[in-house]
């Protein structure tokens, strides 16, 4: 059994009872029971109780009432049209005034990658009115959703934006929410967050995705918090039901390669220094939990993912 050559990547946060049961009732739940708000509040409370989603979820009514307001003041036509319903949406977020009490909806430059505790949840955007690429693209869709857009979420390396159809010209548009929403082509992507042109065609990256895929994005953060714990069947789990429902991420294949190899590290490769060291009976769990670190990692590399390399 050769130990060497193992991937692993950086996780993130913390955990409860059945995720992966949780999670595939989310991701299957039908869109009259589970819309984007509930769906994303479901999961920021799953890891932390004390969330206030009734609260969170009046707040976001009250959001969308203040965009159809808005609406209101333009001509019917227009009002109607989706191009003018999501620049309403972007005003209201991202520019002060009364529908928004001159605090509008800012990019978190203190902690961009949204690593402090609490950070990626919809209740602590909606307080602290700073986000991140996960709190920020996730209000969008809400909104957006509840206004009769045709949003959703896509993702690049390490970054997830939304993208909106124009249901008058059915052209999709990239918005990058945490820079007030603007039109943002393909192109700058690829210079900002660099990805492989397999990964585009494979739909790791750039991907206008399904509903299940969307809410698989969404719930990424509980396959995120049983690694940082070290909760690493669980994580695993977890993977799968993510992986199910948007085979191509990526991200969640390597972080389910990541949890092989801390299983591994943990259970066989920190309690039995010496190769000869391990016992017979635990041999092909050891060789098991190998082989599926560089499955999961092998698969990830031929959808197009590349391990980021430092500058």
């Known amino acids: 059994m050769l130990l060497i050559g193992l991937h692993s990547v950086a996780a993130e946060d913390v955990s409860t009872s059945n ?28 890891d932390d109780p004390t969330i206030d989603d009734v609260g969170a979820q009046a707040e976001i009514d009250r959001m969308v009432g203040t965009v159809q307001k808005m609406l209101a003041s333009l001509p019917p036509d227009a009002a109607a049209t989706s191009m003018e319903k999501m620049k309403a949406l972007r005003t209201f977020l991202y520019e002060g005034g009364w529908w928004n009490n001159g605090r509008p909806f800012e990019y978190d430059l203190s902690d961009p990658d ?19 690429c996960v709190s920020m693209p996730a ?7 509840r206004l009769g857009l045709n949003v959703t979420l896509s993702t690049a390396p390490l970054h997830v934006f939304v993208k909106f159809t124009d249901d008058a010209t059915g052209k999709v548009w990239n ?29 790791v990256y750039l991907k206008t995705l399904s509903r299940r895929e969307a809410l698989s994005v969404l719930a990424t953060p509980i396959l995120d918090r ?15 039901v993510l992986i199910d429902a ?26 039995y220094p010496k190769q000869s ?23 990830a590399e031929t959808l197009g993912w590349r391990e980021p390399t430092l500058n």
């Open 277 to 299: 060291d391990i016992p017979a009976n635990k041999v092909a769990y050891a060789n098991g939990l190998y082989q599926a670190n560089k499955q999961a990692f092998a698969k």
């Open 175 to 203: 918005l990058e929410t945490t820079s007030g929403a603007g039109f943002t082509r393909d192109i700058w992507y690829r210079e900002k967050l660099p990805m492989t042109d397999e990964a585009i065609a494979n739909g």
């Open 19 to 46: 995720p992966a049961a949780f999670v595939r009732a989310l991701i299957n739940a039908p869109e009259g029971e589970m819309d984007f708000g509930r769906a994303k509040l479901a999961v920021d409370k799953f």
């Open 114 to 132: 949204g690593q402090k505790p609490g950070s990626q949840s919809l209740s602590n955007y909606l307080a602290t009115r700073k986000g991140n």
């Open 246 to 271: 948007y085979p191509a991420n990526a991200y969640t294949l390597v972080k389910k390669g990541t949890a092989y190899y801390r299983l591994l590290d943990a259970e066989i490769i920190k309690k």
């Open 226 to 240: 049983r690694l940082e714990t070290g909760r690493f069947e669980e994580a695993i789990a977890v993977a799968d």
């Open 139 to 145: 209000l969008f869709v809400i909104l957006g959703q």
